[in-house]
């Protein structure tokens, strides 16, 4: 069953990618169109597929899959089920920057994508700022600090609130905090994509540590593991993922903290075997809510990220409930 | 030569200018009150508290060797263990090849049966009692094939039978030709088990050498100001307070 998770996954993730390509206002030829495009021809289904829909579908999944690892890689380094991506306060840090963007309107030249730059720089500064007063990487100093950054870059936030410049701003910058993928070209993947490998891969150089971990920090060390600079990594990789997701496509609730936890009893509960299959889970979960999104009737559009918090809390609603069951 | 060999080890107040050491086919008790450095000592050893002064491993200073080298020649088992995730009996005894890096097989079969938990390998050890998680924790420890096994308080959390099963295997696999060193609270069963003792009080070496060395009335009532009843000859001995 473990040895199967991956390739399953794999195998749904490609399912539902080819799903999200055929699922629109206009119907096109999938295959033909992605053809036409990735051989540089310019057919309308070749702009439809490249221009609209792969763009959407890949930030989906790189989204999905970044919340996901990022989740796992956290919930394993603090030993906590309910340690969830923005802990480190990276995702608030990133709402922080790109809210400015609306508000001040920084990097004019970037054009759409200058939300996604600032929340990149947002989140750096707000992870710097974590790790500074948190001073090591041990468990709750991380979350005592990464709630303190949160708190105040949340309080940033709400005064951007308060003081927008105009009503349109202002149900910009909302919308935009709610989390979506629509409406965004492969530029914002081009500033998704290397936080997305970099922080991929200072988690998954970290396998041994969390793996050790699981008998708690004492053992791990005895076991000549290096604690210290490889919790770095893995909070300095979680908060790349979160931040440049966050940046990129606003904030999408709920998949961090909820795919580790479903996944685990499926690979024996075991928190480096989490890492990959919790990446293509929560690829896969956002990009299901992201066609999800689409098939609703047109009008006002449903966001992602309100989606997945909807669908997401009665799910944490019945975690809770199992969980309360075993203790009653 | 010494597999262990500590000069003028010294942490802060807690631990001060102690010097010892383990041969080859040992077994060594670290005895004292709550407070005089038992667990320090170890965790010294342990790699994972710093130290003032020498450690040797087998004559190479323990500073000038690698973690993980370290880590495979010196197996430590803490006080109390606790697993953060359901785990399998079978993946917490694999968790004890980390330092090398493979899932040797054999390692893994001899130390479960050892420890006598070949039984649950399939089981969660969240679903066994304290006395059968204590044995895999142990287990764990033994996988590793360490040169020198420190365990700080194996028995303190078991009963009459485990304890006696657990001091039991220690021995067996110090008289394998490789060493443990052990933090013990109950003095018969530490004088009953192993090979020397070594008595700490607030943080210095008050005694070291046999059992009947170190558990001397003087000794005692110094080191928990107890006047003890000590019969060595008796078998098994017996050391209680009055």
């Known amino acids: 069953m473990a040895r199967l998770i991956t390739p399953a996954l794999l195998a749904l993730l490609l399912v539902t990618a080819l799903a999200s390509l055929s699922v629109g206002s206009t119907s096109v030829a999938v295959l033909a169109g992605l053809a036409d495009f990735l051989t540089g021809q310019s057919s309308l289904d070749a702009i439809v597929i490249g221009e609209v829909r792969l763009p959407r579908t890949l930030i989906a999944l790189a989204v999905g899959a970044a919340l996901g690892l990022s989740g796992a890689a956290l919930q394993g380094l603090l030993r906590n089920p309910l340690a969830e991506p923005s802990l480190t306060g990276a995702s608030q840090g990133a709402a922080l920057g790109a809210a400015s963007v609306f508000y001040f309107g920084l990097f004019p030249g970037l054009g759409a994508a200058a939300p996604g730059v600032a929340g990149l720089i947002g989140a750096a500064i707000a992870l710097l700022l ?87 920090d004492q053992v791990a060390r005895s076991m000549g593991l290096n604690y210290r600079n490889g919790s770095i990594m893995i909070v300095l990789g979680a908060a ?38 919790a990446a293509l889970a929560g690829a896969i979960l956002v990009c299901l809510a992201d066609i999800g999104v689409r098939l609703l009737p047109p009008g006002q559009e449903l966001k992602l990220g309100v989606l997945t918090s909807l669908l997401g809390a009665p799910l944490f609603i019945w975690l809770v409930w199992k969980e309360r069951k075993r203790w009653i | 030569m010494d597999l262990i060999d500590t000069r003028h080890l010294s942490v802060g107040q807690r631990l001060v200018n102690v010097n010892l050491n383990l041969v080859a086919g040992e077994m060594l008790g670290i005895i004292g009150a709550n407070g005089a450095g038992k667990s320090t000592l170890l965790h010294c050893l342990a790699g994972i508290q710093p130290y003032q002064g020498n450690i040797r491993l087998a004559g190479t200073p323990l500073a000038s060797i690698a973690e993980r080298q370290r880590a495979q020649q010196l197996g430590f088992l803490p006080q109390s263990s606790h697993s953060a995730w359901a785990l399998s009996v079978r993946d917490v005894i694999s968790l004890g090849r980390l330092p090398w890096g493979d899932t040797n097989a054999e390692a893994i079969a001899q130390a479960a049966a050892a420890a006598q938990v070949q039984d649950w390998l399939d089981r969660q050890i969240d679903q066994l009692s304290g006395g059968q998680q204590a044995r895999v924790w142990l287990a764990r420890v033994l996988a590793g094939q360490p040169r020198v096994l420190l365990a700080d308080e194996p028995v303190a959390s078991l009963d009459l039978f485990q304890q006696q099963n657990v001091l ?47 558990l001397t009335g003087q000794h005692l009532q110094q080191a928990f100001q107890v006047d003890a009843h000590i019969d060595l000859d008796s078998d098994p001995p017996i050391i209680i307070p009055r």
């Not at chain 2, 490789?178 to 109950?186: A, C, E, F, N, P």
């Not at chain 2, 004088?191 to 170190?214: F, K, M, N, S, W």
């Open chain 2, 168 to 214: 039991r295997l220690l021995r067996r696999y110090a008289q394998s030709g490789r060493g443990v060193m052990l933090s013990i609270h109950d003095l018969s069963l530490a004088a009953r088990y192993c090979d020397r003792l070594c008595l700490l009080h607030e943080g210095q070496l008050l005694a070291i050498g046999t059992p009947a060395e170190v």
């Open chain 1, 240 to 277: 790349m993922l979160v931040g440049s997701s966050v940046a990129v496509a606003g904030s999408i609730g709920f998949v961090g903290l909820l795919v580790p936890h479903l996944l685990r009893p499926l690979v024996q509960h075991r928190p480096e075997r989490l890492l990959i299959p």
């Open chain 1, 130 to 216: 974590m790790l500074a007063l948190a001073g090591s990487a041990r468990s709750h100093m991380v979350i005592m600090a990464g709630l303190a950054i949160s708190t105040l870059c949340g309080a940033a936030l709400a005064t951007v609130l308060n003081f927008a410049p105009n009503p349109y701003a202002m149900q910009e910058l909302v919308f935009w905090l709610l989390g979506s993928v629509s409406e965004r070209g492969l530029e914002h993947l081009w500033l998704l994509l290397p936080a997305l490998l970099v922080g991929s891969a200072l988690i998954i150089s970290q396998r041994r540590l969390l793996s050790g971990l699981s008998l708690g």
